[in-house]
């Protein structure tokens, strides 16, 4: 069965370091999605992509986040500048078309130190 | 905020059916009912959605009302890997103009018990 995968499952940084999160949507899914958990909270939706764009965003989802399909397989999302409080689980999601299932994969554990 | 209201926890013996209920009482007519869960900080697992009818797939069963406005998750012989928090999530499934973001609650937690 097609999974969406995520790499890597675990990440360390230090507060105003630069990272990318790595997911692999199931392949033949036009539209994807990027969602974070802090510990102990809710799931909150951060942006959602297709053809190559942003197609909503919350407002967690400021200039310091960004997203890329940068080839035919991966989409990532990119944190310029770390917080502490951008410490969380990350998880991409794809869906199909627009406002079908959507399928989680596994999530980042990213950690700000 | 969510549009839906769910107990915070249940508890269910190992091999009994789970009853996990849901109210959205201001679901509206092109709304569709959907049913996630997270095992322990794992990724949201999709197990069922619904319009009007009951659907019933291989994980579980959705009964809706006859007006929409709640709906019931079951799990027909829980086991104890069912241990999970449940969400249930209304949203518009379609094209144009429709968010397609999903707006998680704090869902139930339900706890199978051996």
């Known amino acids: 069965e097609p999974e969406v995968t995520q790499t890597p499952s675990h990440q360390v940084t230090q507060m105003g370091q630069e990272v990318i999160l790595r997911c692999v949507p199931i392949s033949n899914h036009l539209y994807f999605y990027w969602y974070r958990q802090i510990l102990g909270q809710k799931v909150e939706f951060l942006v959602s992509f297709y053809n190559n764009e942003i197609s909503e965003k919350s407002e967690i989802f400021d200039d310091q986040f960004s997203v890329e399909r940068p080839d035919g397989s991966n989409f990532t999302l990119k944190i310029r500048s770390t917080k502490l409080e951008d410490s969380a689980m990350y998880f991409c999601a794809s869906s199909g078309l627009a406002g079908e299932t959507q399928y989680f994969g596994p999530g980042t554990r990213l950690l700000v130190l | 905020d969510a549009k839906t209201t769910q107990p915070t926890s249940m508890d269910c013996a190992e091999g009994r059916a789970a009853n996990l209920p849901c109210n959205h009482s201001t679901i509206s007519g092109n709304e569709y009912v959907y049913w996630y869960r997270q095992i322990h900080s794992q990724g949201p697992q999709y197990i069922i959605h619904g319009l009007k009818n009951n659907e019933t797939n291989e994980m579980a069963s959705l009964i809706i009302t006859e007006d929409r406005k709640s709906s019931t998750l079951i799990l027909p012989h829980a086991t104890l890997r069912d241990t999970a928090v449940y969400y249930c999530?209304?949203?518009?499934?379609?094209?144009?103009?429709?968010?397609?973001?999903?707006?998680f609650g704090t869902g139930t937690l339900l706890a199978v018990q051996p």
């Open positions: 999530i209304v949203r518009v499934v379609g094209y144009g103009g429709a968010t397609n973001k999903l707006i």
